[in-house]
């Protein structure tokens, strides 16, 4: 199934909109089951999300961002396998979350890993860390911003 990673309503009963179920965890964190976004006015696009691992109160932050209208001509598709297994019926279902990389020193580096998205049922707020079907098509690493506006920046500050 083509997902595309506009952002619809979420105008769904339960659980909490912020709040996502992470059976399997994210790769190479599989101890962490829940995670929560955290909408921070000041810091949009980019968001926070919060992972928690019920086994020991460990919490982990990871920068994310929703791609629809920030990476052009991102359409993620996802293997049947896995729209299936995550309950999602039709393409508006899916919330697509990417991973952002940031480099203190240097923000204007930021990348995002269009490869490995977290899909998320809207509806019943589960999601998984999957490889996407048409990942040749992109990057791990792709760059959030251009490298000539990156320069630009660089050079003025």
């Known amino acids: 199934m083509k997902v595309l990673p506009e952002l619809y309503p979420t105008d769904f009963d339960t659980p909490p909109a912020n709040e996502i179920i992470l059976p399997q965890g994210l790769i190479g964190f599989a101890a962490y089951k829940r995670a929560e976004l955290l909408y921070l006015p000041d810091h949009l696009p980019f968001l926070w999300m919060k992972l928690s691992n019920p086994d020991t109160a460990d919490i982990l932050h990871f920068i994310v961002i929703e791609p629809g209208g920030i990476v052009p001509g ?9 729209i299936e297994q995550l309950g999602i019926t039709n393409p508006a279902e899916a919330m697509i979350i990417n991973i952002v990389t940031l480099q203190r020193q240097t923000p204007v580096e930021a990348t995002a890993n269009l490869i490995g998205p977290l899909v998320v049922n809207r509806r019943t707020r589960t999601g998984r860390q999957l490889v ?20 630009t920046v660089v050079s003025t500050t």
């Open 74 to 82: 991102y359409e993620p598709e996802i293997f049947d396998q896995d």
């Open 132 to 151: 996407i079907s048409n990942y040749s098509r992109y990057s791990a690493h792709h760059s959030l911003v251009e490298h000539s506006q990156a320069a």
